[in-house]
């Protein structure tokens, strides 16, 4: 059984077009999160949900939003690509804030977002 | 300055050998530390848990120094699938915010 799991796998685009990136956990997990991991490797985090409530919100361009209908599920969608936002967007998840203090993630496979 | 810093290597080392990554993080008030590993295209998985006396998983030793706010990896007698990039993470345990280091890169040479 899959963890964390993430739809598309790979996704290739035009500048300019709308997309969507899906999340699903069937940890029972409270929280989940975005990342972004960018060609020189570096893993940041864009937004982080606990039950379905937005609790981080990075700086990110608000072209980006995600949304979260349920504990398990945590969609990305992408307005107007642009170039810049080619990278690999990963998908993660844990059991909560403040909980044991040693908080695992658990991270989806990865979407390979390439924008041309 | 970087919440979490770590020198991006890159390590080449032969079989057998020992070798240690050291990641310092800028924020004294952090609460949890972890080791994480990413093979190339894969996502990144827990290696082990930091704890302040310290502990040990097989070859593998992490250390916490909180007085110097470093953590340190040490792998023992390193095998050919050690070779991944090793990722220093540190959480605030505030609004549960993980900070990620940029990575280690690691290749062990037959």
């Known amino acids: 059984d899959t963890a964390v799991s993430q739809t598309p796998k790979y996704l290739v685009t035009q500048m300019g077009n709308d997309k969507s990136i899906k999340c699903e956990q069937n940890l029972g997990h409270d929280t989940m999160y975005w990342y972004k991991q960018d060609s020189k490797k570096f893993l940041k985090i864009m937004f982080s949900y606990n039950n379905k409530e937005l609790i981080i919100n990075e700086t990110v361009p608000n072209r980006f939003s995600p949304k979260s209908p349920d504990k398990a599920h945590l969609n990305l969608h992408i307005n107007s690509l642009e170039l810049g936002d080619s990278a690999v967007y990963f998908c993660?998840?844990?059991?909560?804030?403040?909980?044991?203090?040693?908080?695992?993630?658990?991270f989806g496979p990865g979407t390979r977002l390439l924008v041309l | 300055r970087k919440e979490v810093e770590q020198d991006p290597g890159p390590f080449n080392v032969p079989e057998g050998a020992t070798v240690a990554f050291n990641c310092t993080y800028s924020n004294s008030a952090s609460q949890s530390f972890f080791w994480y590993r990413q093979d190339c295209r894969k996502e990144p998985k827990l290696l082990m848990s930091?704890?302040?006396s310290g502990n040990e998983d097989g070859r593998f030793t992490a250390q916490l120094n909180r007085a110097s706010q470093y953590i340190s990896l040490l792998i023992r007698d390193s095998k050919l699938s050690d070779s991944a990039t090793y990722l220093c993470v540190v959480n605030t345990n505030t609004g549960n915010q993980f900070y990620f280091g940029t990575g280690t890169s690691l290749t062990v040479i037959p």
């Open positions: 993660a998840s844990s059991q909560g804030p403040g909980t044991s203090g040693q908080e695992t993630q658990y």
């Open positions: 930091v704890y302040s």
